[in-house]
């Protein structure tokens, strides 16, 4: 366990170009994505200041996640309306059956396509 670190561990930037800290040993003042965004914040065209490092044993490699600070980070832009009207119409085309056109209710699951009623029907057909 303690080369985990040593390998992810380069504040200096010399091995991957950008300082690297292991997962949940970031110094302060500096935030992921996600992190910022809990706070309303985003990282507002500011370049990559470090990244955190954790080693995927599963794929053999390491995650990244890219980390910013948290003083140059800017505001969430708000939602606008026509924002809010293209997202309704972006879930009611993933919520409506390409087969028999109805809304229902739920997003359509991608390996079949159609809705639940539709699946039932083409069952019946083939059985």
Partial sequence: MPGV????????GLRYGIPAYPYRLAPKGLATRRQ?????????GQPIVAQLMRV???????????LYRIDLA????????RKWGALALAMLARRTCPRCRLDVGYCIPRPYGICGMCIAVEEQRTA
């Fill in 5 to 12: 670190y040593a390998d992810c561990y380069d504040p200096t």
């Fill in 36 to 44: 910022l965004r809990a706070r309303g914040l985003r990282p507002g």
């Fill in 56 to 66: 995927n044993r599963r794929a053999g490699g390491h995650q990244v996640a890219y």
């Fill in 74 to 81: 800017k505001p969430v832009r708000p939602m606008t309306s």
